[in-house]
């Protein structure tokens, strides 16, 4: 039976992925729980079905404050066709350029880390998302198709694959295709992907919780109310707890080399001295 049989093949990746990544998924782990623990942050980004894992991480039960995902709804689809729709999306996540107007609203600094989810490893995206905050000194983390790689060639003018620009390359360990049931059609079906992905996701997310735990800097854990014991609010504290830090970073000052308001090349003028013209 199909059904059956995607669990079995499911549960390779898996395997594979255990046998395959763990040294990674330690080393990932390593630089999350440094991050977390010394008060930088774990961004996560995926678009198209690639932002289902960003969406699990956090807030979800199990996970904890100082992961910081990325959304833009012009990346995700919330409708099949039409405004919001999977070609509309699409098409922008494959055009250069959107994404470091994307980047702009977000203050990234040395010592964060982000996560970087795409299957495919080559649209515009994901590879400019990585080229955008290695330039500010984040260490990229990738989750993608390895076996891709050798199959595709980059669509990107950059030359790269996503998991060429990370610091540490996770290979998601499903097939090109992503779909892995033969129905007797030149189209599989049953895509894997996104199994694998949240299945590394939450690999980290539990390496990262225990190492920090380890050294007592676990941060607020939204738990379910269903755990006997928790407190009617734990979960209101645990939004607060991400509002703080959500909010921690100060306004950056503008830039000094920018003359004051009033002064020469400002565009304003204090009125003083005001020449008018004759008519």
Not at 194 to 210: H, I, K, N, R, Y
Not at 221 to 228: A, G, H, M, R, Y
């Amino acid at each position: 039976m199909a059904g059956i049989e995607y669990l079995e093949k499911i549960k390779a990746i898996i395997s594979k992925i255990q046998k395959t990544q763990q040294d990674k998924i330690q080393q990932a782990a390593e630089l999350m729980a440094e991050a977390i623990g010394s008060g930088h942050r774990v961004y996560l980004f995926g678009s198209g079905h690639s932002v289902l894992p960003v969406m699990d991480v956090f807030p979800r039960y199990g996970s904890f404050v100082g992961f910081y995902p990325l959304y833009d709804p012009r990346l995700m689809w919330h409708n099949v066709i039409g405004p919001g729709g999977a070609r509309e999306l699409l098409w922008i996540e494959r055009q250069e350029g959107y994404e470091k107007i994307f980047l702009q609203s977000y203050d990234f600094r040395p010592g964060d880390v982000i996560i970087i989810f795409s299957h495919g490893g080559r649209n515009a995206a994901p590879i400019e998302v990585a080229l955008g905050v290695k330039a500010k000194g984040v260490k990229v983390i990738s989750v993608s198709s390895q076996a891709n790689m050798k199959v595709s060639r980059p669509s990107h003018s950059s030359g790269k694959f996503l998991s060429e620009l990370a610091d540490i390359a996770i290979d998601n360990c499903v097939p090109p295709e992503d779909a892995l049931i033969d129905v007797g059609q030149p189209e599989k079906v049953g895509a894997g992907s996104t199994v694998a992905a949240v299945s590394v996701a939450m690999s980290l997310v539990a390496e990262t919780g225990a190492r920090l735990a380890k050294q007592g800097k676990l941060t607020p854990t939204f738990v379910s109310p269903n755990v006997p014991g928790v407190a009617p609010d734990h979960n209101d504290r645990v939004y607060e707890a991400f509002t703080r830090f959500f909010y921690s970073r100060p306004l950056k000052p503008l830039d000094s080399k920018r003359p004051p308001e009033g002064q020469k090349g400002s565009g304003r003028s204090t009125g003083k001295g005001r020449k008018t013209n004759k008519v």
